[in-house]
Structure formats: C-alpha cells, structure tokens
C-alpha cells in the first residue's frame, strides 16, 4: 500500500513540472532553428511572477488522493476509517493545492528595451541572467518567441 502512494505522489507531482522561460532553455525544436538578432539597449527592468499555474488542479487531486488513502488505511476501521479517509483528503487536497501553486510560481523580469530604430519592445522571461538599463543586448526571435541575451 506504501510503495502504491509513493508511486502515485510522484506521478501526480510530475504533472507540476513548470516549463522554464529562460532565454538560455531551448526545447528541442527550436534548436538549430534560426532566429532573428535585433540590438537593442535596455531602457528599464521590472521584477515580475511568472506564474504557470492554469488551474490544472494536478496537486489538489494527488495531495486528496494520498491523503484519503494513507489516513484511511492508518486509522480505524469501518466508519472510523472511513472519516479519517474524508479529513486526509481535505488535508491532502489543501497541502497538495499550496505545493503546486508554489512549484508554478517563480522570479522574473519584464525587460523593456529601446531597438536602434527607436522603437520600445518589453520581454518577459525567467529572471535568471541580470540586466541594467544602458546594458547594449540582443532580441532573438523566432515562432513568436523572444529572448533577450547580453552582446
């Protein structure tokens, strides 16, 4: 029954892996794809969430189901059983639902930078290199996505 639950947290909690919006993280497709290089300098820096929670709700029913199922099966018998199966899965729905928001949940920076032409574009991406306004960077884009990289 233990080896059951175990399994059946990390299937669940594998369903809250978050996708990283890193400009140094490329899938699969995108490498060896081309991209289009614009100069630009950084006119400002905001530090933003990029939350990748949409609601899927993986964490809530995981924590309900391993909660329901290992206090039911430790406490009691019968209707006793029963009751510490229903507390577990509120429990374990409430922890699960904190567990995932916050493993969706991380630093980023919305970069707004002024292209040679003068034009303003603002980027958003996982805050995971640092920028300054006056940094001289560049934009690659490609399918619709856009990074912003030092020089």
Do not use: W
């Amino acid at each position: 029954m233990k080896n059951l639950i175990a399994v059946a947290a990390i299937v669940a909690l594998s369903g809250c892996a978050v996708t990283p919006n890193s400009a140094s993280v490329y899938n699969s497709r995108q490498a060896q794809g081309e991209q289009t290089v614009r100069m630009a300098v950084v006119d400002s820096v905001r530090e933003v969430i990029i939350d990748k929670n949409h609601g899927g709700g993986s964490g809530t029913l995981a924590g309900a189901a391993i909660g329901g199922v290992a206090s039911g099966a430790a406490i009691g018998k019968g209707n006793g059983s029963l009751a510490a199966g229903v507390v577990g899965a509120v429990l374990g729905g409430i922890v699960g639902n904190q567990v995932e928001a916050n493993l969706s949940k991380r630093p980023g920076l919305e970069i707004t930078v002024r292209l040679n032409n003068g034009e303003l574009r603002a980027i958003t991406q996982d805050a995971d290199e640092q920028f300054r306004v006056g940094d001289r960077v560049r934009l690659l884009s490609s399918g619709g996505v856009t990074r912003v990289t030092h020089n």
